[in-house]
C-alpha cells in the first residue's frame, strides 16, 4: 500500500470507528469492524471517493455483526448496555449537532436495539452523519423511498425518546456535581429532590463483577441502591468526565476501575442511571484514560 493511501484511511479512521461504534453499540467490535475495513482497502483497486467507499464497507460489517449480536444479546447475563467511550478528546466527532450527540448518548444506543440493522443503519447515517436518502441508497444497495420508509420507522420508534433530552450541558454538569455530593455524603433529601418518581436504574455486569440482575424502579429503589453505595464510601472514588457526550461518573473501588454511570435528566430530575461494570465493556475505556 503506498503511503498517500495509508493516508487516506487513517484521515477516515475517527470518522469510521464512529459509524460502526453508533451501530454496534460496542467500541471492540467497532475498532475490529475498522481493522477489517483496513484489510479490504489494502487489497482495493484504485477507488474514486475512499470516504463513500470505506463508508459501505463498515456499514455493510456491521449490519453482518448486529445479526448475531442480537442473538447473543438474548443471552445475555442481567441487563445489556453499551460500551462506555470517552468523548472528551473527541474519539467519536462529529459532535457538534444536537442529533449527532444524541445519537451517542447511552439512552439512544439502548433505544436503537429496538430497531431492525437496516433502520438503525439509515438512521445513524442520515441523524449522525448527514447523508442525504441517495447516499444511503448507494451504501446499502436499496432503492431511494425505501431508504426514506426505513428512515421514517426508525424516527417514530426514536420521537418518544427524544422528549428526555432538554438538558443544556453546562445545566447537566451541574447537576452531575450536585447529584455526586449528595450520593457520597447520603444526602437522602437532596437525592430525593433529584431522583424522578418514575426513576430506572440499570447496572450491566455481565455475569463478571458486581450489580443489580434487574432495572430497579421507582424512586423508593433506587434511593435504597444509592445509599447502599454510600456506604462504601471510603472505598469508592468517584471522578466527574465525558462519556458518550454526557457527563458521568467514573467509578474507582480501592482504585481501581470499576464502573461508569451516566445520569440522565429530564429538567433538574434524573429520570435513568445507567450503570457499566463488566470488565469487558470497560477495557476500551481504560485504555482511552491511560
Not at 429532590?193 to 418514575?198: W, Y
Request: charge should be neutral; hydrophobic fraction near 45%.
Amino acid at each position: 500500500m503506498t503511503q498517500e493511501r495509508l493516508e487516506r484511511f487513517e484521515a477516515n479512521r475517527r470518522r469510521l470507528f464512529g459509524v460502526a461504534y453508533r451501530l454496534l453499540g460496542e467500541a471492540s467490535e467497532a475498532e475490529d469492524v475498522v481493522q477489517d475495513a483496513y484489510l479490504r482497502w489494502e487489497r482495493s483497486d484504485a477507488v474514486v471517493s475512499p470516504e463513500a467507499w470505506l463508508t459501505k464497507v463498515v456499514t455493510n460489517l456491521c449490519l453482518d455483526r448486529l445479526t448475531s449480536a442480537r442473538a447473543q444479546r438474548e443471552r445475555y447475563v442481567g441487563p445489556w448496555l453499551p460500551e462506555p467511550v470517552g468523548t472528551g478528546g473527541g474519539a467519536l466527532d462529529p459532535l457538534e449537532t444536537v442529533e449527532q450527540r444524541e445519537s451517542l448518548s447511552l439512552g439512544m444506543l439502548v433505544l436503537l436495539e429496538r430497531l431492525t440493522p437496516p433502520e438503525r443503519a439509515v438512521f445513524v447515517l442520515r441523524e449522525a452523519f448527514g447523508h442525504s436518502h441517495r447516499e444511503i441508497a448507494e451504501i446499502l444497495e436499496a432503492n431511494e423511498p425505501h431508504v426514506r420508509q426505513l428512515y421514517r420507522r426508525a424516527q417514530q420508534h426514536v420521537a418518544e425518546a427524544r422528549k428526555r433530552f432538554t438538558v443544556p450541558p453546562a445545566q447537566a454538569r451541574k447537576l452531575l456535581e450536585q447529584f455526586l455530593a449528595a450520593a457520597l455524603g447520603g444526602d437522602v433529601p437532596a437525592l430525593e429532590r433529584m431522583l424522578a418518581e418514575d426513576v430506572v436504574a440499570w447496572a450491566d455486569g455481565g455475569g463478571k463483577a458486581p450489580a443489580m440482575r434487574r432495572p430497579l424502579a421507582g424512586r423508593a429503589e433506587v434511593l435504597r441502591y444509592l445509599l447502599i453505595l454510600g456506604g462504601y464510601a471510603q472505598r469508592i472514588r468517584m471522578t466527574p468526565d465525558v462519556v458518550n457526550g454526557e457527563p458521568a461518573l467514573v467509578l474507582y473501588l480501592d482504585g481501581q476501575l470499576a464502573g461508569v454511570t451516566v445520569p440522565e435528566f429530564d429538567g433538574d430530575r434524573i429520570v435513568a442511571l445507567r450503570t457499566i461494570t463488566n470488565p469487558d465493556k470497560l477495557a476500551f475505556f481504560a485504555r482511552q484514560n491511560i
